[in-house]
């Protein structure tokens, strides 16, 4: 039997979450995993290094990447240096000499590495290759774009003194930590290309699995890229959609119903088949089960976040919720 395809897009913790719980599925289902990555942060490490450097910012990648880590105690310490995490001020130097690690105060230590793997092979998707043969990768690792992108949005109520005033937030930082309510989003270029290598792992996929994440600026911009878009319509993959646990700054005051509205607002011709979500995020689940028949999809409801109470979720808990949904027709 040959090994089940599947593509995950989104970028930040929830594409590292959903790597994670579908790492767990992979030995029981047999999975070949590919991440399709978000190109847009433009802020903290990542954005220095874009604004410094050019190219792609490294963040997300990184985080990808560390989440399909192998197991070998030595991939593991890899991906621990990965994730490490420059202080402001050296250990042991509490008085610092003026300037001393500013240059790499903030910046995590995979970033860097991308950053001079992508300078030195002159190739994002062969850098990322050769990072992810540095940790063991249980999968591949992609971005929607060989080309970084600039993410915009038409937000109400940006200025909470002018609630009704209609205004462009520039940059994926400052429209996920935006107050307002998003009215429509664009990227710019606003028809970048897309990775080749990305659009020939949709067309091959046998699912393909969106969110969770940042909707707006991690999740969405995917299907704002033409070549992405028209490959994950024309895909003969199954869809699936995991929804997320709380609302954030970015989609404040959107319930679940409304997240996958979003999807058929941005991409009118997505289908999908299954609808993942918590069991107590959804409540009352007539509104999300209406919202995922919409777009032709069953809901399947399933605890599956942390249990200390915070909006994360669980990747235990939703690898144990997707196996039987991936495994139905195996």
């Known amino acids: 039997m ?31 995993i590919t991440a399709v990555v978000t190109v847009g942060d433009d802020g903290g490490s990542s954005g220095r290094l874009r604004a410094e450097r050019g190219g792609l910012p ?40 003026p300037g001393r690690g500013d240059g790499l105060a903030g910046h995590a230590v995979g970033n860097l590495v991308l950053c001079g793997l992508m300078e030195l092979l002159g190739d994002p998707v062969a850098a990322l290759e050769h990072a992810g043969a ?25 200025d909470p003194s002018r609630p009704d005033e209609v205004r462009t937030v520039t940059g994926q930082h400052q429209v996920a930590v935006t107050t307002g309510r998003v009215e429509s989003l664009r990227l710019t270029p606003g028809a970048p290309r897309a990775c080749p290598q990305a659009v020939a792992a949709i067309g091959a996929a046998d699912w393909l699995i969106f969110g969770p994440g940042s909707w707006y600026t991690s999740v969405l911009p995917h299907l704002l890229v033409p070549e992405l878009a028209a490959a994950v319509v024309a895909s003969p993959a199954r869809r699936l ?15 679940l119903a409304d997240h996958l509205a979003a999807l058929r ?25 209406r919202a995922a028949e919409s777009l032709g999809a069953r809901l399947v409801l399933a605890p599956i976040a942390v249990t200390d109470g ?21």
């Open 58 to 97: 490294p963040g997300d990648l990184r985080q990808a990447l560390v989440a399909l880590a192998g197991d070998h105690p030595a991939t593991r310490r890899s991906a621990g240096l990965f994730q490490h995490r420059f202080a402001e001020v050296p250990p042991g130097s509490e008085n610092p000499a």
């Open 134 to 158: 540095m940790l063991g990768a249980v999968g591949r690792v992609l971005p929607m774009s060989c080309e970084p992108v600039g993410i915009e949005a038409r937000v109400r109520g940006a």
């Open 265 to 289: 607002w941005y991409l009118p011709e997505l289908k999908v088949d299954h609808v993942v979500a918590d069991s107590k995020a959804a409540g009352d689940p007539e509104p999300v089960e």
């Open 310 to 330: 915070t909006p994360r979720h669980d990747p235990a808990a939703l690898g144990a919720a997707l196996v039987p949904v991936l495994g139905a027709d195996r």
């Open 2 to 32: 040959t090994a089940t395809r599947v593509v995950a897009f989104g970028g930040g913790h929830g594409l590292s979450a959903s790597l994670r719980a579908l790492r767990r599925c992979a030995p029981e289902l047999d999975l070949d």
């Open 241 to 255: 959609v995991t929804l997320n646990l709380a609302s954030e700054k970015e989609t404040l005051g959107l319930s």
